[in-house]
């Protein structure tokens, strides 16, 4: 958790020493030196020259895996984050701003046993939210078209987790259901953060994108999460 708060904080200032290190205001509305209105005010609002604001639907394929030595455990979650993001231009000089935004996550595991007369099917369902914070290099190709490549942290919290079961023996079945944070036993972690890496393509308003994600902290006892995203967008 220190780890976690260490990184939270290089984020966060990284965010206001860009924001500040563009713009300067002499708190009356207009940037010193000049009788122009104060551009920070356009900062704030992700108007200033290439940026862009929207919505993103993504597909994750997230891997459960642990982390203690000689374990094969991999479990395998197929889920959808829906997000909005807005970006902030940081230098005049560079094609280089600072995306983030906020969304919804459901991710699902499902698996089925079946052997002569003994049945097993469970299931976890995760609802979270999503927050990332990137840094974006713009690459423009012509007109209609761009390349972003980014890297970043994100931040996750979830909001519910369940894990259900139905079992059947002889043909005697039996079922049940339980959180995952905590109440009944289990030992999963609410809040994770993590470091990302992708790319998207612009054409004209519509985006298309991929990229990776490795948590730092553990969601379950000896296991983290490592997320590979394709993502389809809209800006507006």
Known sequence: MKRTRIFAF???????????AQFISDGNGKSKGSGKPNKAMAFLKGNGPGTWRGLRFAYDRSILKSTAEGSE???????????YVQSWHVTRTLPLF??????????RHSYDFSEEDITLETSQNLLGLYI?????????????????????FYFRLWLTGKEKYESGVGGTTSSDSY??????????????MGWQIGASLDYNAYNF????????????????????????????
């Not at 990332?132 to 980014?150: C, D, L, Q, S």
């Not at 991929?210 to 507006?236: C, H, K, W």
């Open 10 to 20: 290089f984020a966060c200032l990284f965010v206001v020493a860009a924001a500040h």
């Open 98 to 107: 600072v995306e983030a935004g906020g969304g919804l996550s459901f991710w």
């Open 179 to 192: 959180t995952l944070f905590g109440g009944d036993g289990c030992d999963w972690k609410r809040f994770q």
């Open 73 to 83: 455990l991999k479990q395998g979650f197929n889920g959808f984050t829906l997000s």
């Open 132 to 152: 990332p914070v990137n840094a974006v290099y713009k690459i423009k190709i012509n007109a209609r078209m761009a390349v972003k490549p980014y890297t970043g």
């Open 209 to 236: 994108g991929f990229g990776y994600g490795i948590d730092f902290n553990q969601v379950a006892p000896e296991a983290r999460f490592g997320t590979f995203s394709l993502r389809v967008g809209m800006d507006f």
